[in-house]
């Protein structure tokens, strides 16, 4: 029977047998709890699913089987919570359980929007009865993170080594007892990149104890190569990374006999003749019946990097992931395929994305832009309402460089986002108080209530080139006579954001220019809610969302 280490949720060697068998309390914890979007799922109900398997910006995964159940994390850089858990019965249909992290640390440094530090590329594994995550800061370092049950409460992290530029780190636990760390470098922070390599960790997996060895240099024919996750099987050493850029890549393994090498070199995946570029890094999971699969991403730039599922099998001990149409061993992703072999058919699961903010906490689906202060918001079930109190953004510049900014990922290529709110500025006589619907990236717009010293103002904004510190441009609208408004966004193929609103629910009126998406730092574009003021006070006005609904995007 075949020994498998790392590649499924066990961390010492185990037989894939033995590995179905078990069930960790907690294992499948969220299941329950069923979300369908309205607007993008992968099953197709005939026993076949569409890429990608999520169509939303969960960057870098990386994946696990633990019995029956899987668990799947993600990069989430700034966004708090951060440290997205994901759980499955099929590797198609997955639903958002919880966050590895509440907050980030130094928790003042985190204060304030940090676009494109914090999480990035993270490993999960699972061994004695405990889920393990490890993730690097590429400017503070490489850490762990624990956890019985995978929805949460997860540990503080432990610093497992510091320093800048270290990232992407994926342990080993061997069978002789060792542990390894294999990790790369980020050459912003590091000043060198396209190399891999592995440390030696004590018994326990949570610090290094040596220098660590070079295993692999990318810079002659895989420039880029980062993203490694570590894997055993038939006596190899397996590094699964991508190489050549994250849109325009590929998906490379390496393997030796030995830990440190000399490792031998195959590309598995590329793009071939299909849509989906770059095919970047992933992890490896099998199911109970013996099927592999790999789960990787796309870059869609203002959507973000989406989640694929491509089979994969063995060939002389090397993996073919996706479709070996022409025998060279490189496989091509699919777009269309059959579903895994899981035994049963479960039903249809999505992250959510609607939000009726009906109970006392917020959905899953919410990020900050920073560590957030608990005075920003709160739920109010007695109103089925969300209420966000005004804040003034300290040396910010624009929305871009607010914390105080909740928002959620691009759920599909095309998508309007409605929501009820409802205005209550501090006073008459504070101006500039405002709060509404926002889609965030390099630049931004959005539609909002602004208060004035003679009442309320519908505005519609654009922070063209925000990021790097231009102020926004506002244009009035309309004065309203009412503290409620519809607000409503149309996102359609390619990014192209038309905002609106209503007075009464059922007729919108367009406000300002078809608005083109932007990525954001290493992310793609997002949708939400902000609420801001221009003075400190000793009080806040506030917003009522009655609602946040995602839905297919209309005539109307």
Known sequence: MMKYLCGTAACTLLTIAVLAQQKPA?????????????????????????NPVLNADYSDPDAIRVGDDYYMISSSFEDIPGLPVLHSKDLVNWSLI??????????????????????????????????????????????????????????EPILVEGGKG????????????????????????????????????????????????LVYDGHEIDQTVEGPKFYKRNGYYYIFAPAGGVATGWQLVLRSKNVYGPYERKIVMAQGATSVNGPHQGGWVTTPSGEDWFLHFQDKEQYGRVVHLNPMKWVNDWPVIGIDKDGDGTGDPVLVYKKPNVGKTYALATPPDSDEFNTTRLGLQ?????????????????????????????????????????????????FMVTTKMTFTPNSPKLENEKAGLTVMGFSYANVAIKSKKDGNYLVYTVGKDAVKGNPEKEEVITKLATPTAFLRVKVRPGAKCQFSYSLDGLTYKDVGEVF???????KGSKVGLFATRETTTNDSGYADFDWFRVEPVTAK
């Open 26 to 50: 907690g294992a499948a914890s969220g299941s329950s709890q069923k979300f369908v979007s309205k607007v993008w799922v992968s099953d197709l109900g005939n026993g076949t699913y569409k």
């Open 98 to 155: 919880g966050h590895a992290l509440p907050k980030l640390s130094p928790q003042e440094h985190f204060s304030k929007p940090r676009h494109g530090e914090g999480v990035w590329a993270p490993s999960i594994r699972y061994r004695n009865g405990e889920y393990l995550i490890y993730f690097p800061d590429p400017d503070f370092g490489i850490y762990l993170t624990k956890a019985k049950n995978p929805a949460g409460p997860w540990s």
């Open 166 to 213: 270290l990232i992407d780190p994926c342990p080993l636990f061997d069978d002789d007892g060792k542990v390894y760390l294999v990790y790369a470098y980020a050459g912003s922070r590091a000043g060198i990149k396209s190399i891999l390599a592995v440390k030696q960790m004590n018994a326990e997996g949570t610090k290094t104890i040596d220098h660590g060895v």
């Open 366 to 414: 919410w990020q900050w832009q920073s560590n957030p202060k608990p005075t920003w918001y709160f739920m109010n079930p007695s109103k089925g309402s969300l209420r966000l109190f005004t804040d003034k953004p300290e040396d910010a510049k624009n929305l871009w460089e607010a914390p105080n900014v909740l928002l959620q990922k691009f759920p599909a290529d095309s």
């Open 516 to 522: 083109q998406a932007e990525v954001a730092r290493w």
